[in-house]
């Protein structure tokens, strides 16, 4: 059930001996549940952690992070375009 959900699939023999670690703090439904919850909110900047990491750090009781609407390259082309649009903003 793990490897069905968990976007990125590498060291698997590390992620099994973590899963089995995990297993003894949390259900699996909790595991799962929490990596929807990882997919869902990681940043679009950051790659998805190791397997492994995120299952010795216990990230599936990690609190969501709220995304940013004021960062990345679209936020940077819309300060571009306000600029242009207007050049005298920055001098006021």
Known sequence: AFWAQYPRRIGK???????????????????IA???????????????????????????????LPRKASSGPDAASARIRARAADPLASAR
């Open 13 to 31: 023999l590390a992620a099994m001996k973590a899963w089995t670690k995990a297993r003894t703090l949390a259900t699996a439904d909790d595991i």
């Open 34 to 64: 929490g990596i929807a919850g990882y997919v869902a909110h990681k940043p679009d900047y950051a790659d998805f952690a190791h397997p492994s990491s995120w299952l010795n750090a216990g990230r599936w009781n990690d609190d969501p």
